[in-house]
């Protein structure tokens, strides 16, 4: 360790060694993690997996009734939680990579005629969230792997037939091979992504979005940072850590937390949160949660590194048409510098339980010492006026 130096951006704003600036010597490159919820399946194996390695008490085996999240968020022994986000949206395919197929068909039929096509209707499953290349129709399909002539079987829509518009002909008769389809796994039930527009029946279906909460390891972590009795610190990793036999219970650290992560733990007093397993860590060893990821929704490593796959990620579901997936947390010009532990999502921020802008209480100890220096400043010149005055 070297003397802790205080940089322009030690309180807030852009840090690129969060362990260089707490005073580490050559520490090793920042670790992190990468949650790609589109993969998640909610198995909660993350959560065990969690609990079983840190020893972290059982919470009660509650079922909340607000939905199949039956953790209801981080606490103190809830390192990692599992929303399950359960959002009505209309029957349909012609969401996002199924933009221009035919609407109307509940999942249950698109899936009778893959059978009908003489699809692999496992295999098509696999392909949950994938797109119809120009959007068309499952009939299309079914026209073209049968050799049967569809609505649109020409294989364009256009009428040409024979790929006389200058698109693929249909695939041979007799062929049950599906034209080549592009995109990825969502993660969610039923056999295509829901719509945002009403099917011909008017009928609702739910989606679910999963995600696994944890702590972010901030950049610049407001629960550090108020710490009192340095029970909290910053690890070589670039990790946020708290010590309990240090910790006093005072709690600053709850209200400085701008993600409502770290908690004080009941009938103990003292606050605990993730450790990013920094036992496991020190052993070069992957993080429980994400050792027991099955979908590697939970992916672990250098921060500099997850940040690219991350973009890479969210580039890919784009050119699917999945324009909805947006990076959280990886940039490090927001209000908390950046966390250590991001997010690709496939909706808003709040629809998770997270805050849209989080920001770093520190952010504003320079304008609040300025304000302080102006009145203070102010106070001493009164004081002297007055006294002037009295004299004269
Ligand atoms: S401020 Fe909250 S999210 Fe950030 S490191 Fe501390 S407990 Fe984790
Ligand atoms: S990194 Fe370790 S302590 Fe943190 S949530 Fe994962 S398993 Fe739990
Ligand atoms: S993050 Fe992985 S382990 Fe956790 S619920 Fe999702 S798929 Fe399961």
Known sequence: MVPRTVSPNSFSGRLDDPAGNAGYDAPPPRKGFFTD???????KACEVACK????????GIDLLGMSYDNTGGLGADSWRAVAFVEQSRPVGNVTGPFAGAATGGTSEALQQETVAAGLDVFEEASRLGTGLPEGRPVADL?????????????????????GGCGSAPP????TATAP?????????PGMLAPAPLPDREGRQDVRWLMMSNVCKHCTHAGCLDVCPTGALFRTEFGTVVVQQDVCNGCGYCVSACPYGVIDKRE??????????????????ETPACAKACPTESIQYGDLDELRERAEARR?????????????????????VGGDGAFFLLLDDPEVYGLPPDPVVPTRDLPSMYRHMAVAAG?????ALVSGLGRRS
């Open 171 to 174: 695939a041979p008769a007799g």
């Open 37 to 43: 919820t589109s993969v998640c399946i909610g198995c």
């Open 180 to 188: 080549e389809r592009s995109g990825q796994f969502l993660g969610m």
């Open 315 to 335: 580039r890919q579901l784009h050119d699917v048409g999945v324009t909805e997936a947006r990076l959280y947390g990886e940039d490090p010009d927001d209000g």
């Open 142 to 162: 079914a026209a073209a792997a049968t050799g049967a002539p569809g609505a649109q079987g020409d294989g364009c829509g256009c009428g040409a037939g024979g």
């Open 52 to 59: 079983e390695w840190n020893m972290v008490p059982e919470d």
């Open 378 to 382: 102010a106070m001493v010149l009164g």
């Open 267 to 284: 009938g103990d007093g003292r606050a605990w949160k993730c450790t990013l397993c920094y036992d496991r860590l020190g052993a070069d």
